[in-house]
Every structure is written in C-alpha cells, then in structure tokens.
C-alpha cells in the first residue's frame, strides 16, 4: 500500500475538497483508496444504532470517496467537538492526544485491501498537539511522503515556500503541490509560475472554483502518486 499525507500552507486552504479530488482521480486511475483524518476538531455529535459519537465533516467525505468502506473510528480515532486547534480542544475535553493511538489507528488501516492511503492533516504543517510535540513529527516517524496544499492568496509565496522547507527539513519528501486558486487574487498565475520555479516538486494541478470532487479530480494530475 502506497500512503502520503496531504497538509496545507494554513488552515481553510481547502485540504479535504483536494484530498476528496485526489481520491477520485486515483480511483479514475484503477487503484483502490481509503481516506484517513487521524485528529479533527468541529465535529457534530451524532446517535447511530442507539449509540453517540461525534462526526467530522472532513472525515466523512473522505468516507465518501473510499473504495473500502470502514467503521468511522477507524478513519477518524481522535475527534474533538469544538473547532478550535486540537490540543486546546483536547485540555478543554481533559482528553489527552495520545501519539500511540494514531500509530495504532495508520497500522490498521495499512493492512485493508486497498492501494492507496490518503492521510489528510489539520490545520497547516507544523500543528501543536499538546506537551510540546507537533503532528508533523508523528508524520516523520512515519516518514509519510507529503502533498501540499497552497492556498493561492495574499501571502502564498511566503507559506508555500516555509511549509516545503519544513517538511523537507523533516526528512519526508514532498510528492507534489497543488494550486487551489479559490480567493480570486490578483496575479494567481504569477505566483503559480514563481513556485513552479522555486519548489522541486511537481505541481500536481491548479484547482480553480470548484463544486465537486469530480470537479476537482478532472484538473489533477496523480500519475506520479503511485
């Protein structure tokens, strides 16, 4: 099984409409995926078979794009009610994030039947999850190769280049980029061109306004994923 991990420049960057994309254009391309959100924040709670649990948007549509379908646990182990950054949900909820869980939760999940395990971030690369540690380091010890999302406005430059500098820094390697042109700035394209300049890795397309994942696969290129 092929895994990589999908982060951002910042949050809001649109991380999971790519990631859904992703998943569908890999699909479109004969392999099997399941999706992975190890740790959520803003999530519903929600009752099932007479039992309650919580439920993050971003994690079910992962759910929706999967080739397999597994139990919600599964796909997200660690989820948290209020949308705010995880290691402050986790002191609110007296509920420690706990890095065991998450290596335990991606063993799992690397021993379905699938092709690809597409494991979607929060927030942007270097996200505190309490007692000093950061997610980025458990996707080091993983060594989890890494896509990244830019976000194509004011400021991209600037957090494009830190974030593949970081990851870089990390000892992952970095698969590609994608371009999500969603904030109708103002010389998007120039920007593109200067990253596809400075970044040594492959763009892997640029997204524009988009409604759906169909929308979002047909203007991605993942040949070089897998």
Request: charged letters at 15%; proline letters at 4%; hydrophobic letters at 50%.
């Amino acid at each position: 099984m092929q895994a990589f991990f999908v982060t951002g420049t910042d949050t809001d960057v649109g991380k999971t409409v790519i990631s859904a994309g992703l998943m569908l254009a890999l699909t479109q391309h004969g392999h099997s995926v399941i999706g992975h959100k190890p740790i959520s924040a803003g999530c519903e709670l929600v009752i099932e078979d007479e039992e309650a649990g919580l439920r993050n948007e971003d994690a079910l549509t992962l759910m929706a794009q999967a080739s397999v379908q597994l139990p919600y646990e599964w796909v997200n182990p660690i989820a948290f009610a209020q949308p705010i950054a995880p290691h402050i949900a986790a002191d609110l909820a007296h509920h420690a994030i706990n890095t065991a869980v998450l290596d335990e939760a991606l063993a799992r999940l690397q021993q379905v039947d699938a092709d690809v395990l597409l494991v979607e971030g929060a927030g942007g690369w270097a996200l505190p999850i309490g007692e000093g540690q950061l997610l980025s380091s458990w996707v080091a010890k993983h060594q989890l190769p890494v896509v990244i999302v830019v976000a194509m406005r004011l400021g991209c430059l600037n957090h494009a280049l830190l974030t593949y500098q970081a990851v870089k820094a990390s000892g992952c390697d970095v698969l590609g980029w994608v371009a999500n042109d969603f904030c109708d700035q103002p010389f998007a394209q120039e920007n593109i061109n200067t990253l596809k300049s400075m970044l040594d890795a492959p763009c892997l397309g640029v997204v524009g306004k988009v409604s759906s994942a169909e929308d979002v696969a047909a203007q991605l290129d993942v040949r070089g994923l897998v």
